[in-house]
């Protein structure tokens, strides 16, 4: 554990943000209690009925019980460097890549014990080289483990005139099923080829569904009112690069989509089963369809979205969403929270948070660690993966954003 002196964050809502401010919650306070589990990132914990937090892994090293070392997107050879006037397809270059699983067990955040549950090889292709761990959910004893395409591997010319590093978002890849806790599993049906669901068009073309995460309804889904899991993502409509780099990204990203199903290992990876938000109809009531060609997101911004997740706050009786602004996918990234008494909406923002890690993503409020009265609880992240490109503008702001497993005691305001 680390301690320093409480911060509250200041308000940095740019001027022209689409949503109502919030008038129940107010700015964040970062309490001074920080872990730092030396891990890989990617963490997105799951609450099941033994007490215990499943979660993926991926993209470091395990260096808490059975280390081990992880990486969705295993190099065999020199990156790619290509422009936007690059035609399709890409030479041919081979990759591997590998995904973790963990168990987090214990009650208080600072002392967990992490045990790490082995790793699992996934299928890749020629323009999505990258596959990487989304929304986990376990429910009833069943593991599901979510995975999606990311591509190219390569250093992309900006506006700027700078090269970065853009991972695209490539589609929905489905779930990996385990009936016993992560000791084993049923891989998914579906490929980069022919992902869940039918995007993208064409190969690194625009996705909705790309990155999904299942919003948290506390231990086994208990807080579902209808008994459905519903699901999450952030993506773009926009197919040509707009005036923000990046757009598309595992980090960026211009709308949020909401979909639900009714799990089980027969038809988690059946879109048939699947029902997807459709908008409003004239009295404001939710439209849900099976045709995924009708869904609507439920917020949108344009260059201002990216990766999201959502918990259930029992003692506030609404739900807060996170939302990670990636910018430019490599250097400083925003963060901002949005607080609703319906996953539909609408939705109101709290707080945003500007160069928040400096490099902080994947956020997500995992409902374990919830006050009775909902002001208090942890927030899980991982920090600054791009040290390097930083240079001299890297600082852990908050103190504790490292690389790994963060997990910040935050009350709010």
């Not at 963060?335 to 609703?340: A, D, I, P, R, V």
Request: glycine fraction near 10%; proline fraction near 9%.
């Amino acid at each position: 554990m680390k301690t320093f002196d409480p911060i509250l964050w200041a308000d940095a809502t740019p001027a022209g943000c689409p949503f109502p401010q919030s008038e129940s919650l107010g700015r964040l306070k970062f309490l001074g209690r920080v872990t730092d589990y030396a891990v890989g990132d990617t963490w997105y914990p799951s609450w099941a009925t033994d007490g215990n937090l499943y979660s993926p892994w991926t993209d470091g090293e395990f260096k808490e019980e059975n280390p081990m070392s992880c990486d969705s997107w295993m190099r065999t050879g020199e990156p790619l460097r290509f422009t936007k006037d690059d035609k399709l397809p890409f030479p041919k270059y081979p990759h591997q890549s590998f995904t973790g699983q963990a168990v987090m067990i214990g009650d208080d955040p600072l002392q967990l014990r992490l045990v790490n549950l082995g790793l699992t090889e996934g299928k890749t292709s020629q323009h999505y080289p990258g596959r990487y761990p989304c929304g986990s959910l376990v429910h009833n004893g069943v593991w599901y483990y979510g995975t999606y395409a990311l591509g190219p591997d390569g250093w992309v010319d900006s506006p700027d005139g700078r090269a970065y590093n853009w991972p695209v978002l490539g589609g929905f890849l489905g779930f990996r099923i385990s009936r016993d806790f992560g000791k084993t599993w049923d891989e998914s049906p579906h490929t980069p080829e022919v992902p869940l669901f039918p995007e993208p068009a064409e190969p690194l073309g625009p996705v909705r569904i790309g990155s999904p995460h299942f919003v948290d309804f506390g231990q086994n889904m208990e807080h579902s009112q209808d008994g459905k899991a519903y699901l999450v993502a952030h993506g773009t409509t926009r197919k040509s690069p707009p005036a923000r780099f990046a757009h598309n990204s595992w980090i960026t990203g211009d709308q949020v989509y909401l979909l639900r199903v009714t799990p089980s290992p027969e038809a988690i990876n059946d879109i048939s089963s699947w029902e997807f938000f459709s908008g409003h109809d004239v009295d404001g009531t939710p439209i849900w369809s099976r045709r995924f060609e009708d869904i609507r997101p439920i917020l949108e911004w344009e260059d201002h979205m990216g990766c999201v997740t959502a918990t259930w706050v029992p003692g506030l009786q609404k739900y807060l969403m996170c939302v990670t602004n990636g910018r430019m996918t490599n250097l400083e990234m925003d963060s901002y929270f949005l607080e609703s008494e319906s996953l539909t909406g609408p939705w109101k923002i709290v707080t945003y948070l500007r160069d928040f890690g400096v490099q902080a993503y994947f956020l997500n409020f995992p409902s374990k660690f919830l006050a009775p009265d909902g002001r208090k609880m942890w927030l899980c992240y991982s920090g600054n993966f791009a040290i390097r490109e930083l240079g001299d503008r890297f600082r852990d702001n908050p103190p504790g954003s490292k690389y790994g497993l963060v997990m910040q005691e935050v009350e709010w305001t």
